[in-house]
């Protein structure tokens, strides 16, 4: 009888093989990276916003129209609507129940003295929305608001006889571009700088 060989074992793949493997492997990888950077850069070149790009010239007409404006005439909140404008100031508890009894005790006194009002006040960016946000003061209350570029209706107490200060507080670049309006007329504010204040003389 003939001994039968053993059987034999199975090849191990090639060294060339592995490397044709290896090669594909890191082509895919390279492949999916490079996709995945072309895709990132195009959606953040989607969502970047622009920023403000006045010349000189433009920044200096603005400051022009500003100083020819004697008043800005803004409405006041009707009565029905004051406790829920408080509210969307984001006051503190303190400073809201402060607020509304100063605002309800001027109501009632004859005005032989200087009177506390909620007024709206409608501002917006008025070249390109970039994340600027601006600090507005008056009768002793400061709130902040970040600009859009639609119209946000904000609720400011003043005091008559006494006006709004505007502070830049952020700057999304190119100046901060904030647009007020003014009566029937919508004003576009000369361009300031974080810390930089404009003062609105208001009439009611």
Known sequence: MQNQQAPQPLRQPTQNKNRSQSRLSH?????????????????????????DQLSQVQQQELLTDFQTIQSFHLDKVPPAKIATAIAAMGLSQQDTKALKT???????????????????????????????????????????????????????????????QITGTVDGGGGITLGVQNAQQEVALPVIQPGQTLTLPVTL
Request: net charge neutral; aromatic share 10%; charged share 15%.
């Open 27 to 51: 082509y895919i990888i390279a492949t999916a990276a490079a996709g995945l950077i072309t895709i990132f850069s195009l959606f953040s070149l989607h969502q970047s916003p622009q920023t």
């Open 102 to 164: 100063t605002i309800a005790d001027s109501g009632k006194k004859v005005q032989t003295t200087k009177e506390t009002a909620l007024v709206w006040l409608d501002i917006w960016d008025f070249a390109n929305q970039d994340g600027d946000i601006v600090s507005i003061s008056s009768a002793g209350y400061q709130v902040t608001y970040p600009l859009y570029k639609n119209k946000t209706r904000v609720p400011i107490p003043v005091v008559s006889g006494q006006p709004i």
